[in-house]
């Protein structure tokens, strides 16, 4: 089975930096997108930032300057490099792929379960 598995969430006082890790596993061919959503309480799902299997990103408007997404295609790997941390920042952080696996006759989107990240004083 095809999963990803996050990692790298915790708490942080505002100003702090985290990294998340994200990796992709599981019969897999290819990965085109790769990117990073979450999801404050009471709020929506939102993008956080993308990487297609180029190298060419995208980022949130509320993020630009201050995260930094990257990805190792050798390793299925996305990261999510968070540096000066607001309060605003807090919530659920998702990865999600696109690939394409073994016996599977298109790409389909693939999510990870979450992890936290909290910024508070």
């Known amino acids: 089975q095809e999963q990803l598995e996050e990692s790298g969430g915790g708490s942080v006082q505002p100003g702090g930096s985290l990294r998340l890790s994200c990796a992709a596993s599981?019969?897999?061919?290819?990965?085109?997108?790769m990117g990073w959503y979450r999801q404050a309480p009471g709020k929506e799902r939102e993008l956080v930032a993308d990487i297609i299997k180029g190298g060419r990103t995208n980022y949130a408007d509320s993020v630009k300057g201050r995260f930094t997404i990257s990805r190792d295609n050798a390793k299925n790997t996305v990261y999510l490099q968070m540096n000066s941390l607001k309060p605003e920042d807090t919530a659920v952080y998702y990865c999600?792929?696109?690939?394409?696996?073994?016996?599977?006759?298109?790409?389909?989107?693939?999510w990870g379960q979450g992890t936290q990240v909290t910024v508070s004083s």
């Open positions: 999600n792929a696109e690939l394409l696996a073994f016996f599977s006759g298109s790409y389909k989107d693939y």
């Open positions: 599981g019969r897999i061919i290819s990965i085109n997108a």
